[in-house]
């Protein structure tokens, strides 16, 4: 077998030219290789040989593993290059005036490998012990789980007719599900159905239920948005702790924001517009100094610099990643963490055609890789998401997102945003 792998090149060199070996290294305990942002930023800066050391790991047996991986997965793509000329498809026959059910969506982008990888073991799975029953009904499956950070610009050109709409999807975030221009045609026909028969106590209770009484969406997860707070920014300022904190005249300029093209981003505008009101988004721009993607904040070598944020927000996620730096502090906000949920929704028509898939997500399986590996809470009750009993989180509520229209709404919230924080500017600068 010819040498592939050279240790001493860079993690992220290596990802880079052998795809393959980002799953290995997930499943290694390199959870975090699976976020594209991460990889680049940490796999930058470290060598492979290195890496694999830090977690305890015989390099020699991890490279002949690597190389022996990268060997198979080549001859296999070119059998498969070769059958894409015929037909991929085992369903193909099917598909000419018969029914193909489509499983399509995003995956948030940390757990997408690990999460991926156990959907395609139960689908490669389940096809070929029912190919006979699915021949015989006369439908077929595809499906499309593209990383969240792509977007989903290409999702939404399939609700053209009713007919294009996939049978099962899945979307972070507010604003896809619950545009009325987008699902109204939909939602009003009484077209899904996506019961969750059991939830998680950490949002099951008084302050927060996830649960769709209408069971048309399902949340199988959450990402939680914190504060992470640079206390060597803080220049005698008062550690925040309440959301409220933050729209102070003291953390003016002070404050990093996701980037506006997240999810979180839109959460946030959402949750802010409820607690506080239209002066709400005003104070938001006016904390605002800077947008950073999470990832940023996380440094292999941190040194302070006079006009860094004080605070960030970001999700759960990054911030437990925080390794060396004391100056950087986590800050669970006592009126609780911004949720952005990770939903699902079913045709009803086809829901037992899909449930084994809504299942699938709904699972202790899935839950342990979203909790455990990307530290986004699970829904099922079955999954210890490890939080502490005071870890409260802000829930915009059924009753909100279903009597908003929650696309129009963002992007006037966008808007008023956008118009503060000229105005600011403009007020600095003159």
Not at 171 to 195: E, H
Request: charged share 25%.
């Amino acid at each position: 077998m010819n040498q592939k792998i050279n240790l001493d090149d860079t993690v992220f060199s290596i990802t880079e030219k052998y795809p393959q070996v980002i799953s290995y290294l997930v499943k290694k305990g390199f959870a975090p290789l699976a976020n594209p942002v991460m990889r680049k930023l940490m796999g930058s800066k470290i060598s492979l040989k290195k890496a694999l050391v830090s977690k305890g790991l015989d390099a020699g047996i991890c490279e002949a593993e690597l190389n022996s991986l990268i060997e198979t997965e080549t001859l296999t793509d070119r059998a498969d290059s070769s059958l894409k000329k015929l037909n991929t498809d085992p369903f193909a026959h099917l598909k000419n005036g018969s029914r193909c059910i489509k499983i399509q969506g995003v995956l948030p982008c940390p757990v997408r490998i690990p999460l991926l990888e156990a959907f395609e073991e139960l689908y490669a799975s389940y096809t070929e012990t029912h190919a006979g029953e699915i021949k015989k009904a006369g439908y077929s499956f595809s499906y499309d789980l593209r990383s969240a950070n792509l977007g989903l610009d290409w999702l939404a050109a399939a609700f053209e007719d009713a007919d294009s709409v996939p049978d099962l999807m899945l979307s972070t975030g507010f604003d896809f599900f619950f545009d009325k221009k987008r699902m109204a045609p939909y939602t009003g026909k009484d077209m899904f159905y996506c019961p969750v028969p059991r939830m998680n106590a950490d949002f099951c209770s008084e302050s927060v239920d996830l649960r769709d009484p209408d069971n048309v969406y399902a949340v199988i997860g959450v990402v939680p948005a914190v504060m992470v707070v640079n206390t060597a920014a803080l220049n005698g300022r008062p550690m925040p702790k309440r959301w409220a904190d933050l729209f102070t005249d003291e953390f003016e300029n002070a404050l990093a924001l996701p980037f506006k093209d997240l999810d979180l981003f839109n959460a946030l505008l959402l949750n802010v517009y409820k607690l506080f009101g239209d002066e709400g988004i005003q104070k938001l721009a006016k904390a605002c100094g800077s947008f950073l993607h999470p990832a940023q904040m996380v440094k292999e070598k941190y040194t302070y610099k006079e006009r860094d944020p004080a605070v960030h927000i970001a999700p759960y996620f990054f911030s437990t990643m925080i390794r060396g730096n004391s100056s950087l502090s986590v800050v669970w906000p006592e009126d609780g963490a911004v949720l952005a949920p990770i939903f699902m929704i079913a045709k009803k028509e086809t829901y037992e055609q899909t449930k084994v898939f809504t299942d699938f997500f709904l699972s202790k399986e899935a839950g342990t890789v979203l909790s455990q590996n990307g530290f986004f809470p699970s829904t099922n009750p079955d999954v210890d998401n490890k939080l502490d009993k005071d870890k409260k989180f802000l829930w915009i509520g059924w009753d909100f997102l279903k009597q908003n229209d929650i696309g129009e709404l963002l992007k006037k919230l966008n808007a008023d945003f956008e118009k503060a924080l000229a105005a600011k500017t403009e007020g600095r600068t003159s």
